[in-house]
């Protein structure tokens, strides 16, 4: 065991030794559990914690002896079992121990789930309506079931049931429409719905789902075009890229990821949805736990796992990752392959760049994504040449170039100090979307450092602190510091107070506000701000070197 899990778990125990040992301990008060126990049960918490759950599954396993008598153990073995992909034994776990807790949510949860599974749908409705929650979108997930297995209870009544069905969330209420209207064959009512989700801006999962569709019915020109269409909507979607491909090639088979006349592929599909959502609201453990639940009801769906790789990017530093996860993930398509070896690549050290690039081909369909990928990477790395170099690449191609592309060419020759080429390519930036005011905040305060179009730079800079609301800290203070260059302290005192409240992690704010104080003859304020600005974590060299003269001296100006 290593030094720092040994120091963690030492902690740990420390803190249970003086609260809560109890919890461990038989009713009759007779402690029952060697340290090697304590031990395992403490470094599954750990682990727990890390997200790192065949980990933990595999140290809770040596604890059964806990098994319905501690809570928390059983709820963290019975998830990281879950999230594994081990439903059911996770199943068997909770019946064993049900006697044991009444009216525990996750357990109640699980034992639906079993039961739905296994078309028991009458007993999974009376289980699902037990449970309660506190949890606003939990509970429209448990609508949504209790929807799902309506519509398979009464056939008379699904019609008028789909039409009906709503949710606090009009979204949820369309998807769901959507695929029961399908699910049940009733077409004049599916019809209307699919196109509410091809004219609607959102829905690219069920425009892809509308396409699969089209092409089981031998309509393939009319999947493409729904793709193309897609596509011109949203080029970041894997799923969407891979399947326009293979349909490009007359390679249909990506659709049997799903049929739609499934009822448990449709459960599926819920369970999924709502992945996603949770995925939104960073519980990436929930995320996880319904995802492993979708792909139990539709483990054809091998794609659905990019979010189980996604969540480990954002959860875990080590990156670790499953094998068998990532070459089913890579197998899928190109598309595939490239996004999980690139994010693999920005997240790993022991990636090499060369076969990254090499990987890279000019008759691929979405090599300007590809470019734009390598690109970004070396503006992140600071390599700002090597980025031009791509962003070039993307430029000469001249596929639906956009105001990002140009943008992030003017902060590559602005590092570069190439100043004329990055206003050219600010301006252009500018042109193509006249209210992205993060673009106008950088060449607006690029012409202020150089003491340049001062005027212009102010009005423009008012434009963008209104299309930000307010809310943009980092844009308050290019506006407060276009005042103070005007010499108009009182207003550029106001702006830069508010920047410094908002911004409280950036050091050049600071800076600023302490020279605006300094200029209204608040000394001692401006050189509390300032030393605040030498604890910041993300203050350079430079400005620190320069603060600190300032701390001694005041503004040189004066």
Known sequence: MSLKKKFYIGIIFILLSTTNLHAIIKKNNKQIYSANYIKNYLYGSILYNQNKHNSVANNLEKNLK???????????????????????????????????????????????????KNGQHQKALVQLKRIKSSDMLFNELINTLIFWIEIEKNKKFQKELIKNFRSDNSGITLINQFLASKYTSKTDLYVSLNEKILFSDNFVRYKILSAWNYSREGQTNQSLKILKLALDQNNHNILLKQTYKNFKNKNYNISNFFDPKIFNHNLAEIFYLFSNLYQQREDLLFSDFLLSISLELNENFLSNNLIKFENKLVNNNDHRFNYLLLNNLKNIGDEYRWYINYNLFRHSRNQIISDLEKSLKPDDLFINEKYMDMANYYRLKKDYKSALNYYDKVEKLNINNDWSLYYFKGICYERLKQWKNSEINLKKSISLSSKKYTVINYLAYSWLERRENIDQATKMLEKAVSLSKWEKGYIIDSLGWAYFLKNDYDKAEKLLKIAYEKTAYESEVYDHYGDVLWKQKKFLQARYVWKNALNLENIGLERKKKIKEKIINGLLSE
Do not use: C, M, P
């Not at 319905?68 to 199943?91: M, P, Q």
């Not at 068997?92 to 639906?112: A, G, H």
């Open 66 to 116: 806990l098994q319905g008598k501690h809570i928390n153990y059983d709820i963290k073995h019975i998830t990281s079992l879950i999230i594994n992909g081990n439903f059911d034994k996770a199943v068997r776990n909770v019946l064993k121990i049900e006697e044991q807790y009444s009216q525990i949510f996750i357990f109640d949860f699980v034992k639906s789930v079993h039961l739905l």
